[in-house]
């Protein structure tokens, strides 16, 4: 099974596994509660956003 976008290719934007799921969670976590603050659905689950919004580079980690 393929999975998309590819795992490694966030990694590559990321830096590491660890990072990449504290980085997906904490987004997520943001995303939820602004939906339900604003009290409405959205169209993909939060988690699916927060890996897409990395993919993209609209949300990018600082590397040390």
Sequence with gaps: M???PP????????GSRYML???VA???RELA???EEEDITPEKK?????????YTGK????KD
């Design 2 to 4: 393929m999975l998309y």
């Design 7 to 14: 795992m490694a290719d966030l990694i590559d934007k990321v």
């Design 21 to 23: 799921v504290n980085v």
């Design 26 to 28: 904490s987004r997520a």
């Design 33 to 35: 509660a602004k939906a």
């Design 46 to 54: 939060p988690v699916s956003e927060a890996i897409d919004e990395i």
């Design 59 to 62: 949300l990018t980690v600082e």
